[in-house]
């Protein structure tokens, strides 16, 4: 299993300072977030903790700023550690949990999130979320490739965002969220707006423009936005 997740963030505040900001979780499994460190973190794990790892990156996330935040990661092999990018850089790691085992990064019944996690401490089950962001996230993209570092540079565009339908691993692009930014998106009566970090005008989500997938949205903290049904499968 093989993932490269993309997006632009901007904290406004910590939607928990006693948790995690989750960024986005995938399928239940594989969650990239902000610790209650700042520091950028990527998990991997089930529901019944037989697989359960942990990474962090040098560095930490500020609030009021923009930050392009990529990870890529090859789960086809326990000693692969993912490779996490802010502002087009690869960031030292350490590996805080080593995995035991691998795990398969997406699949058709696990629930996905992007501002939030799918879990509560309690239950490790879907719901609501406990760790919520608390800002703006845009431009998000999920593939089924671990990007290259010059691949995840040309995402980043030097700090403007871009149109990913010229990108080079487009084929590999499962699904890309341009959080209002494309004329087809749509709200179902929600109004919170996902600035674009270039200028552009604000918009608001809902688009999943290459593959449906069950995706919840937070734009903010408390505000649950939900998409379209289907698969994310990588």
């Known amino acids: 299993s093989q993932l490269t997740v993309s997006m632009w963030i901007k904290r406004l505040g910590p939607g928990n300072?006693?948790?995690?900001?989750?960024?986005?979780?995938?399928?239940?499994?594989?969650?990239?977030?902000i610790d209650i460190d700042n520091k950028v973190k990527f998990?991997?794990?089930?529901?019944d903790s037989s697989v359960d790892a942990m990474w962090s990156a040098a560095g930490t996330i500020?609030?009021?700023?923009?930050?392009?935040?990529a990870v890529s990661y090859d789960g086809t092999s326990t000693s692969n550690n993912p490779v996490i990018y802010v502002n087009g850089t690869s960031k030292s790691i350490t590996e805080e949990d080593a995995p035991s085992a691998?795990?398969?990064?997406?699949n058709n019944s696990g629930v996905t999130t992007i501002g939030n996690s799918t879990f509560t401490?309690?239950?490790?089950?879907?719901?609501?979320g406990m760790y919520p962001f608390e800002g703006y996230i845009d431009e998000v993209s999920l593939w089924n490739d671990n990007l290259s570092s010059g691949e995840v540079s040309a995402i980043y565009n030097?700090?403007?965002?871009?149109?990913?339908?010229?990108?080079?691993?487009?084929?590999?692009?499962?699904?890309?969220?341009?959080?209002g930014d494309d004329p087809g998106d749509t709200m179902s009566g929600y109004d919170s707006a996902a600035v674009?970090?270039?200028?552009?005008?604000?918009?608001?989500?809902?688009?999943d423009v290459v593959d449906g997938a069950n995706i919840h949205f937070t734009a903010q903290s408390g505000n649950d936005l939900k998409a379209l049904t289907g698969s994310a499968n990588l």
């Open 158 to 179: 030097s700090g403007y965002s871009c149109n990913l339908s010229d990108h080079s691993k487009y084929a590999n692009l499962v699904s890309w969220w341009r959080m």
């Open 62 to 69: 500020d609030e009021g700023e923009w930050y392009h935040i």
């Open 102 to 106: 691998t795990i398969n990064t997406a």
């Open 43 to 47: 998990h991997i794990g089930d529901a």
């Open 196 to 207: 674009d970090p270039t200028g552009n005008p604000s918009g608001n989500v809902i688009i």
């Open 121 to 128: 401490p309690e239950s490790l089950k879907p719901s609501s």
């Open 17 to 33: 300072p006693d948790t995690p900001s989750y960024l986005m979780h995938i399928s239940e499994k594989h969650a990239l977030y």
